[in-house]
């Protein structure tokens, strides 16, 4: 396996049949892009299972020991490789100049960031830094501690000689975008994690427009909602439609207040607080069924931080209760509750069916101190996802134990295969790679070449076409 230095080099660490993990690297001369750091997502199989402890000194080492990130060159400070120099060339000691681009703040695009070396810059859309600056202050930033650079939509920067352009998709989290990625070889676009079935499609069309007027070789694609042919038997056949009857990011607010009206006491949500667009629908769902929405604090905060929202109050548990009188709060969270309106537990059980409440699972006790009987537990997106998490199964029991009606209204972050087929031929790339998926041979471009890659292999693109070398 020779480099061929001449041309540009792709390289594949992570992320080809898997739901994120998502780690490949783009070269050309004496520069580098990597673009995403995150972490495959299934709690199923996780090493890390809550019980072991991480060793935050020795985070690098251990990961790389678990084969969970990627054995990169030039990637980790010396001090955190320890014995592992060995075998891989610390950033102090590299002669290229790497950058890392992140398409968007979900853990299986982030969640390593933290360990690359601080003198290796990790690029975040302008808006993804302004939630991960948020995110971090109600300690929810990953392991390890550096600085993040931000880009901007249709901005193009460069790191040598290669130039790229982060171009913004609708997913659901803020911050989100796709990366066109130029050499003097040809262009990579990566397209991130996207959908059509979001609050904003109107930035699909435009992030394809901008595709197509910028021009492109090869295509990284996501496909996540892919099944394999037992599971979806025909060709996938283009069509931006939305089916009849899907749930959207848009008819979530009117599922929602249908049945928080149909029902006589508390209404109760449990969500990922990443996605603002649903936070602000639960909002609108609650005054749609003459309720008033009440958020955990820490989702309470990011509201206040990064929305215009005020129609909401803030849920006081009675952890939060002690901290208050032990005068043990955080500032954040202090300002938080001297900004807004909060409710304890007595007051919503005054009268429960007047609102709409916040539980995530790891707060799933504090219904125990809840008047829910006749109320609703309205599951939309929220951990855990589904049974394929050992968790999902005890929530089940502790609603089971609360008598609490369980009904599911999400939308999934992933455009369905029929929109997947669509943007590709709409885009029509020359080479098309499906990654971030369990089937990515199932998407096919119009007439161009499917190219599934493979791992420890070097690519060379090279007068706009790719080969294996
Ligand atoms: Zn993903
Ligand atoms: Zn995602």
């Known amino acids: 396996m020779t480099k061929d230095l001449h041309h540009t080099n792709i390289r594949f660490w992570g992320g080809l049949k898997t739901i994120g993990g998502t780690v490949v690297s783009v070269e050309y001369k004496n520069s580098r892009v990597i673009f995403d750091f995150g972490l495959t997502y299934d709690p199923a199989t996780n090493i890390f299972d809550g019980q072991i402890k991480r060793r935050s000194r020795g985070m690098v080492r251990d990961n790389l020991r678990l084969n969970l990130i ?82 901007d939509y249709g901005v193009s920067f460069s790191i040598g000689e290669i130039k790229i352009t982060p171009i913004q998709v609708d997913h659901d989290i803020l911050g989100a975008c796709a990366y066109h990625i130029q050499t003097p070889d040809g262009v990579i676009l990566y397209t991130g994690d996207l959908r059509m079935h979001g609050k904003h499609p109107e930035q699909i069309d435009h992030f394809i427009n901008e595709v197509n007027r910028l021009g492109l070789d090869a295509m990284i694609m996501e496909g996540t909602t892919l099944g394999s042919v037992e599971e979806m038997r025909e060709a996938i056949m283009g069509n931006p439609i939305i ?16 049945r928080l009206k149909e029902t006589k006491g508390l209404g109760i949500f449990n969500v990922y607080h990443r996605n603002l667009d649903r936070l602000t629908g639960i909002i609108k769902a609650a005054q749609d069924s003459s309720r008033k929405a009440v958020f955990e604090p820490e989702t309470a905060y990011l509201l206040d931080k990064l929305t215009n929202e005020h129609d909401f109050l803030v849920y006081k548990s009675i952890e939060t209760i002690f901290e208050e009188q032990a005068g043990t709060l955080p500032e954040w969270k202090l300002n938080l509750f001297n900004k807004h309106d909060t409710i304890r537990a007595e007051m919503i059980n005054n009268s429960p069916g007047e609102y709409y409440l916040q539980n995530t699972y790891e707060n799933v006790l504090e219904l125990f101190d809840i008047n829910v009987s006749e109320g609703i537990y309205i599951h939309s997106n929220g951990v855990p996802l589904g049974d394929f998490d050992p968790a999902y199964e005890n929530l089940k029991k502790i609603l089971t134990k609360l008598k609490v009606d369980y009904v599911y209204i999400g939308a999934g972050g992933h455009a369905i295969p029929s929109h997947l087929k669509y943007i590709v031929d709409r885009i029509n790339p020359k080479i098309l790679i499906p990654l971030h998926s369990f089937n990515p041979e199932r998407l096919k471009p119009k007439s161009g070449m499917q190219m599934l890659v493979d791992y420890g292999v070097d690519y060379v693109l090279k007068d706009h076409q790719i080969t294996a070398n």
């Open 243 to 258: 089916p009849e009857g899907m749930t959207t990011e848009g008819n979530i607010p009117e599922k929602m207040s249908d």
């Open 70 to 151: 990627p054995p990169i060159d030039g990637l980790y400070a010396a001090e955190s490789l320890g014995s592992y120099q060995r075998d891989l060339i610390p950033a102090e000691e590299y002669g290229q100049e790497t950058a890392v681009i992140i398409s968007h703040l979900h853990l299986d695009h982030i969640g390593a960031m933290g360990l690359i070396a601080p003198s290796i810059p990790v690029y975040v859309t302008k808006e993804s830094h302004e939630l991960y600056q948020a995110l971090e202050v109600i300690g929810e930033g990953v392991p390890g501690i550096r600085d993040y650079q931000f880009c």
